[in-house]
């Protein structure tokens, strides 16, 4: 390939992953929706965590002072394609958190219906990423999907005066949930009761709070990484079975009735209505069904583009 030719696909390859930042971000503001179902639509999960584990390891060089090492490490990382995907997320949750959320509180149901159909395109996707499928990998998507269902059904109280151990599980447990399709870090903070102290934090730049959030979620992604990487490399069907499985259960905080996704409204109070399933009325149900199949069947033709090999190696 020829320098212009070379060019030209270089800057190709990291428009595409900066779009898939944005992809990856849009989802990370919305409660229900995780960073990394998106990426399992854009075909790039194994990937990104291969990506992100060697990192971590690279980490590990520099802590045990091994420079030569360190440096050795970090050849193995395409940061061609992981910064653009990291610039496109960190730009996107700065840009559009207003937005969605105020979607979110004004439209929940059509909002709510849209995401259910994202989630439940991706199942299928991840489905069909398995080696095979019987009962006892159906068993293990089945009870993930039942245990995670019933903990989405749980509420704890809101933390009054979190200490800095608090943001600092805060930070490791969002991150880990942010690896994990179907798992939303942003409402698992709603459940413990921490996510209006986490956004408080971040709303009046608490330097303490913010540095053990940031040491908390640098220590998740790069122990959790690490583990589900070797998970996927030793176990891959038994991981894709689980991730199913959290996926379905998911659907509880995504069912658009009767009042859609849990949010934080303008005044701060934190809504997880979400969590409360019920049948819908005749008159607020064909906008849901609507989005919800548009979602469905866009994450399909998404994923049949991303096989394509034209752009495997993007």
């Known amino acids: 390939m020829n320098k212009p030719l070379s060019i030209i696909f270089q800057m190709k390859k990291i428009v595409t992953n900066f779009s898939r930042g944005i992809g990856m971000g849009v989802a990370d503001v919305v409660p229900g929706v995780s960073g990394g179902t998106i990426a399992l639509v854009f075909g790039i999960y194994e990937k990104l965590l291969e990506n992100i584990s060697n990192c971590a390891f690279s980490l590990g060089k520099i802590l045990k002072a091994d420079f030569l090492g360190f440096r050795q490490s970090l050849r193995k990382v395409d940061f061609s394609f992981l910064l653009p995907i990291i610039f496109g997320m960190l730009v996107t949750i700065v840009s559009i958190s207003g937005i969605m959320v105020d979607l979110l509180e004004k439209h929940p149901e059509p909002m709510s219906g849209l995401f259910f159909g994202l989630v439940a395109g991706s199942t299928v996707i991840a489905y069909s990423l398995l080696n095979s499928w019987n009962l006892q990998k159906a068993f293990v998507s089945l009870v993930t999907a039942g245990i995670f269902f019933t903990l989405l059904g749980l509420r704890s109280t809101a933390f009054e005066n979190s200490s800095l151990w608090i943001f600092f599980f805060s930070g490791f447990i969002a991150i880990c949930a942010w690896i994990l399709p179907g798992v939303s870090g942003a409402f698992l903070l709603l459940i413990m009761g921490n996510y209006a102290a986490v956004l408080g934090a971040i709303d009046d730049q608490e ?36 991730l199913i499985g959290l996926m379905l259960g998911s659907s509880r905080v ?61």
């Open 207 to 242: 330097f303490a709070e913010l540095s053990a959030l940031s040491i908390g979620a640098i220590l998740g992604l790069a122990l959790f990484s690490t583990f589900l990487k070797t998970l996927l490399d030793k176990h891959r069907d038994f991981v894709l079975s689980c």
């Open 254 to 314: 995504l069912w658009p009735w009767p009042n859609g996704v849990g949010v934080i409204n303008d005044d701060g109070n934190e809504l997880v209505s979400g969590t409360a399933l019920d049948w819908p009325s005749s008159n607020n149900l064909l906008i849901p069904l609507i989005l919800g199949f548009f979602a469905f069947g866009l994450v399909l033709v998404i994923d049949s583009i991303s096989k394509n090999p034209h752009r495997k190696n993007q």
